[in-house]
């Protein structure tokens, strides 16, 4: 579903670099258990694997005021033990061959493992667990408080690129708790403390907040089955979690952020709309900004591409991304490397330009069926992968869509019109809505 | 399901079915109808290895040009038509191949094929193209000119193989990058792109005649024999020095290496495992709990061993404030030292085993996945039997094989050593 870039998430760990049937996506079942934990399945006969996922729908987002990066500072603890596995389960998901991580974002957390079918009720019984029955320590808090820092600084602080982008974030979003980072700000994750993440556990890690994701070779009865012998035991909180979050009020300013570093040697230019997302748009809005952002940023034959790259030789790259899967208002991104030639300023004047064209002409049909076509295309491929399936239902969930939002998903992008496009064109692409980025080299003292 | 599917099930190397074309052209298959959908991965000997010496980048040039024009289509066209499809199509380089990558719609796959020939055989190399992806070579290299990862892997490849060609920067130098002509791409193209190191895996919908038919349309043009400079064998220099690039940065960022021991070796399945237990699994490992769990000195802290065609390198990375990375650098060569010195526990061992066996399975479930893996085995030398074999291997090994393994694969522990960043008492 996503036609540019992911966006980083901040992952408990990095990824190591190493070394007769039905695909995923048929039959694909939502159910729920008595203490309100969601289920759902995702078969995959292919090959003898399941990918098991917990999501909770609290997210950065989420984080109280003065305490940013608690929700992934706690996704981390979430490795340290319960009183059944006092040193975590770690140890034993990998002697089962196991693969295991979670992540953080800014509307949810998930965990997850990837094993042998045959693994899947242990897994259950291990994150089942932990939902309610972490124990932390002071011992093991303190150095993994570190550990978060040096992640931090390893994103962030060592890449001006990435300080920009959180300083426009921080624009685009100057009330919203989508302006904070994800992993928080420095000097906020430095005071967090075991209280503090114990507080946030028990006010979100209940069943009644959680979607259990199983995508593999499974049937659906035996996984609910399962999961009724698991996570149907834990009795959950009293009161179901609830997300206070203030909202964005309409955008009315453009405004500009430059940061200028001496390490930068490629500048590079980024425009971020605010914009509906899949979750509060009007039927069909968002549909059309998926549309749009690949009609105009999507690949080679968009038409940035041909006219910023190819034609006009302004830029070296240039693409566009919707992070449409998101609980409120969201990003529409542009983002551009000019030519050595290419100031900024030009190249940001050239992408007014084009942008004021889409609103004003209408839209060539081949493109668009192109744009189309492409992004139905993503759907069958997202099928040769139960991983990323997993992924897409679960965010898609945690952010208050529907089974049926996705899978009837393609017919609703088929459906996009021309003119639907240039509408969202010329209703959101307005410059008031947004915040471009100037990345710069420092200027010679 | 009957119980002679569950059997082919359980076998992987039985689901695989090794295709010859008509003219006598290899590829490996695994067919499923499961998803319309088509996976097709190939590679030839000779990428960046193959580079003038003075002007590097050359494989990685004509890897990015061969979908930029070709054949009637010039780029704009040629993107047009994947595009119009959804087909996917791309080419890589690396240090010893080139690579092509090809996903596709079930009811595309004869377009998609059609236009990885034009690609392979017809491929332009217009101007045009030619500038612009020399310039989005170069705003890359710009780009990553301060990034400490980036300065990392060149201080340490410059340091670890001097005058080889693995030393050089595969993505070129900004330096020299725009003295590459035409001329070094046609040179490339007409070396490389030969049958006789040709490895090809397809996996999805799709039967072996059809497949048979559009390998001859392909690949049947090619000549049999590469003409590829030799390229020789070698180790990493340097062992047991340290090389510090400043950068203004809080952060330093580490990178240790040493001799490895090499796919081909017979010493290789029980290195994995060893390297597993030192740093090659996720958070398991006896660098993840002394530098990460127990300490809190980085966030990522790994080792791997890496072969090369003609070198195998043990290799791993951390990132720790520049107060503590001197900590961080002891921690890990003394966790080298003592695995060298006392071999893994057989506890240790016994769990290294059953990660390696028990997750295998997961390298093999997305078609672009298997193809990649199978394309892989075959450029190692290794048979279709070896899927059913590698795990049996790797059960096999005894503490007394490790220990041993482990004392070849660490020695004493010196390390070649980069730090980027401005590291305290280092």
Known sequence: MQSGPSLPQDTLTPPVPSGGKQGAGSAITHSRLENGLQIVVIPDHRT????????????????????????????????????????????????????????????????????????????????????????????????????????????????????????????????????????????????????????????????ANAILVVAGDVETSEVERLARETYGRIRGREKPPRRFRPQEPEPRAHRLVTLADPKVEQPAHERV?????????????????????????????????????????????????????????????????????????????ALDEVIARVADHPIDEADLNRARTRLVADAIYAQDNQASLARWYGASLATGLTIDDITRWPERIEAVSADDVQKAARKWLDKRRAVTGFLLPEAAA | MSAIAEAALSSRAGRVQRVFSPGGIEAWLVED??????????????????????RPGIATLLAGLLDEGAGPYDAEAFHRALDDKAIHLSFSADRDHFSGHMQTLERNTDAAFDLLRVALNEARLDPEPMERVREQMAAALKRDLNDPEAMGNRAFRAAAFPDHPYGRAVRGELGTLPSITRADLDDLRTRAFARATLKIAAVGALDAATLARHLDEVFGAWPELPELVTVPATSIANLGTRKIVDLDVPQTTIRFGRPGIHRRDPDFI?????????????????????????????????????????????????????????????????????????????????????????????????????????????????????????????????????????E???????????????????
Not at chain 2, 43 to 54: E, F, K, N, R, Y
Not at chain 2, 378 to 385: A, K, M, V
């Open chain 2, 408 to 426: 070849r694969l660490f020695g004493d522990g010196a390390l070649l050593v980069t730090a980027v960043g401005r590291p305290g008492g280092m």
């Open chain 2, 270 to 406: 029980p290195a994995m495992v060893v390297n597993y237990i030192l740093g090659g699994g996720g958070l398991t490992t006896r660098l993840f709990h002394e530098v990460r769990e127990k300490r809190g000195l980085a966030y990522s802290v790994y080792s791997q061993i890496q072969s090369f065609d003609r070198a195998a390198m043990l290799a791993g990375s951390t990132s720790t404030k520049n107060e503590r990375a001197a900590e961080s650098l002891a921690v890990i060569e003394s966790e080298i030292k003592l695995l060298a010195r006392e071999g893994p526990s057989e506890a240790e061992l016994e769990k290294a085993k059953r990660y390696l066996t028990g997750s295998y399975a997961l390298s093999f479930d997305t078609s672009t996945k298997i193809a990649a893996q199978l394309v892989h085995l075959r450029q190692e030398g290794f048979d279709i039997s070896y899927l059913d074999e590698r795990n049996k291997l790797v059960e096999a090994v005894t503490l007394a094989e490790a220990k041993r393994v482990g």
């Open chain 2, 33 to 54: 109808h499961a998803v319309p959908l088509v996976a097709l991965e190939f590679s030839i000997s000779g990428g960046a290895s193959q580079d003038v010496p003075t």
């Open chain 1, 48 to 207: 003898p694997v399941v990918t098991h996922m917990v999501w909770y729908q609290n997210g950065s987002a989420d984080d109280p005021p003065g305490k940013s990066g608690i929700a992934h500072f706690l996704e981390h603890l979430m490795f340290k033990g319960t009183k059944a596995h006092p040193k975590g389960f770690s140890d034993l998901v990998a002697e089962l061959g196991g693969q295991e991580n979670a992540f953080t974002a800014y509307d949810y957390t998930a965990y997850f493992q990837r094993v042998a079918k045959e693994h899947l009720a242990t897994m259950m019984g291990f994150e089942a667990d932990r939902m309610m029955g972490l124990v932390l320590t002071d011992d093991v808090v303190a150095p993994e408080r570190d550990v978060v820092l040096e992640e931090r600084r390893m994103r962030t602080d060592t890449d001006p690129a990435q300080q920009l982008n959180e300083a426009v974030q921080a624009s685009l979003f100057p009330h919203h708790p989508y302006g904070t980072p994800v992993i928080g700000w420095g000097h906020e994750i430095e005071t967090l403390d075991r209280s503090d993440a114990l507080t946030y556990y028990e006010r979100f890690y209940t069943p």
């Open chain 1, 273 to 349: 709309f605010m914009v509906p997302s899949y979750t509060t748009g009007a039927p069909g809005e968002a549909e059309a900004l998926e549309v749009l952002t690949h009609f105009l940023g999507g690949g080679h034959t968009s038409l940035f591409y041909r006219e910023l790259v190819i034609a006009r030789k302004l830029a070296v790259a240039v693409g566009a991304y919707y992070m449409g899967t998101s609980l409120d208002a969201t990003r529409l991104w542009i983002y551009a490397m000019p030519t050595p030639a290419t100031s900024l300023e030009a190249l940001d004047r």
